[in-house]
């Protein structure tokens, strides 16, 4: 097949300040074995009702088709017929891709060259578990260089994972759209023996959600510095509120396997990141007196349509702003 330069813009984001819940104690994280579920002691103080749950499945038993090599987190294998795309892992200028025959994909074609599998209506996500930051929980926090760095119970990995399917949902939001993508570019660097664990070759997927979604936490609006424009919007969801948006993050090595994890930033550690909202003088509604230069605000929002993603085993996620109330 024929290979062609992506066209790739690398934005370096600088990590600001976010925000999680109120309280965090040390008990919120403990470890957990091969086969526990995710804990969400950080999120206690959630009702049941605003914690996004697994939905029930009904899936058919075998899909139509053949079985291939590919599989997915819990081991189910992927047929044929679930395939919608096979295309050059390599995007042109608009994000498009260059398609190959459906009946071209076979094993050899796949690890041979740089293509992508992709499957349209589903992804595995999971519940984040934990977040914290310095704001609101500066004794987990030591100052290293003038950054403050996490110091904290480190929360273990998690290999546990759920299939999310158009058409499930989660409180207010509905799946409006999901896909998962498998390619060779972990496995590639690996041995054989690691290419016979599930979701080895599930390396990117995406969520588009439909409804709206109100959350607490807290949002920085950027200054003009670097790649950003005066008026970016960044909220970092609290503990009472991360829990209600099942996201999606994978990373894989020999030990663990298909895995999600926390990771730091400059003040922040946790599961959850942040939720990228554009700039707010492109929104016609009340940002209640927030201006550029403002970090770590407390608000309750409510956010649009939110999307969220795994690229290259980094958790990014989308959305609109609809209101916004700064909690004094």
Same mark, same amino acid.
Request: charged share 20%; glycine share 8%; net charge negative.
């Given at each position: 097949?024929?290979?062609?330069?992506?066209?790739?813009?690398?934005?370096?984001?600088?990590?600001?300040?976010?925000?999680?819940?109120?309280?965090?104690?040390?008990?919120?994280?403990?470890?957990?074995?091969?086969?526990?579920?995710?804990?969400?002691?950080?999120?206690?103080?959630?009702?049941?009702?605003?914690?996004?749950?697994?939905?029930?499945?009904?899936?058919?038993?075998?899909?139509?088709?053949?079985?291939?090599?590919?599989?997915?987190?819990?081991?189910?294998?992927?047929?044929?017929?679930?395939?919608?795309?096979?295309?050059?892992?390599?995007?042109?200028?608009?994000?498009?891709?260059?398609? +190959?025959?459906?009946?071209?994909?076979?094993?050899?074609?796949?690890?041979?060259?740089?293509?992508?599998?992709?499957?349209?209506?589903?992804?595995?996500?999971?519940?984040?578990?934990?977040?914290?930051?310095?704001?609101?929980?500066?004794?987990?926090?030591?100052?290293?260089?003038?950054?403050?760095?996490?110091?904290?119970?480190?929360?273990?990995?998690?290999?546990?994972?759920?299939?999310?399917?158009?058409?499930?949902?989660?409180?207010?939001?509905?799946?409006?759209?999901?896909?998962?993508?498998?390619?060779?570019?972990?496995?590639?660097?690996?041995?054989?023996?690691?290419?016979?664990?599930?979701?080895?070759?599930?390396?990117?997927?995406?969520?588009?959600?439909?409804?709206?979604?109100?959350?607490?936490?807290?949002?920085?609006?950027?200054?003009?510095?670097?790649?950003?424009?005066?008026?970016?919007?960044?909220? +970092?969801?609290?503990?009472?509120?991360?829990?209600?948006?099942?996201?999606?993050?994978?990373?894989?090595?020999?030990?663990?396997?298909?895995?999600?994890?926390?990771?730091?930033?400059?003040?922040?550690?946790?599961?959850?990141?942040?939720?990228?909202?554009?700039?707010?003088?492109?929104?016609?509604?009340?940002?209640?007196?927030?201006?550029?230069?403002?970090?770590?605000?407390?608000?309750?929002?409510?956010?649009?349509?939110?999307?969220?993603?795994?690229?290259?085993?980094?958790?990014?996620?989308?959305?609109?702003?609809?209101?916004?109330?700064?909690?004094?």
């Amino acid at each position: 097949m024929k290979k062609k330069h992506a066209l790739i813009i690398a934005l370096s984001l600088l990590c600001l300040t976010g925000c999680n819940s109120g309280e965090i104690s040390d008990s919120s994280i403990s470890s957990e074995s091969e086969n526990s579920t995710l804990n969400s002691s950080s999120t206690s103080s959630s009702s049941e009702s605003s914690t996004a749950t697994s939905p029930e499945s009904s899936e058919p038993e075998v899909p139509a088709g053949e079985p291939t090599f590919l599989t997915c987190p819990d081991g189910t294998v992927i047929y044929t017929s679930q395939i919608t795309k096979y295309q050059d892992s390599a995007a042109y200028a608009d994000g498009s891709h260059e398609q +190959y025959p459906l009946d071209t994909f076979n094993k050899e074609t796949f690890i041979d060259n740089t293509p992508q599998v992709v499957c349209e209506g589903f992804a595995y996500g999971f519940i984040p578990r934990y977040v914290a930051n310095v704001a609101e929980a500066p004794d987990k926090f030591t100052e290293l260089d003038g950054i403050q760095v996490y110091s904290g119970e480190e929360l273990p990995p998690s290999n546990e994972y759920f299939k999310i399917k158009t058409g499930d949902k989660f409180g207010s939001l509905t799946v409006k759209s999901a896909q998962s993508i498998f390619s060779n570019s972990v496995a590639c660097f690996l041995p054989e023996e690691a290419k016979d664990i599930p979701g080895v070759y599930l390396t990117d997927g995406e969520i588009e959600y439909e409804g709206e979604i109100e959350m607490t936490g807290c949002i920085s609006v950027m200054r003009t510095e670097g790649y950003f424009a005066a008026g970016d919007l960044w909220f +970092y969801p609290d503990g009472n509120s991360v829990s209600k948006l099942p996201i999606i993050q994978y990373s894989f090595d020999m030990d663990l396997g298909l895995h999600h994890s926390a990771h730091s930033s400059y003040g922040s550690y946790g599961e959850f990141d942040k939720i990228v909202l554009g700039n707010m003088f492109d929104y016609d509604i009340d940002f209640d007196g927030l201006e550029p230069g403002d970090t770590t605000v407390r608000v309750k929002i409510t956010i649009k349509d939110p999307v969220v993603k795994s690229i290259g085993g980094s958790m990014n996620c989308l959305g609109e702003p609809v209101a916004v109330e700064v909690l004094r």
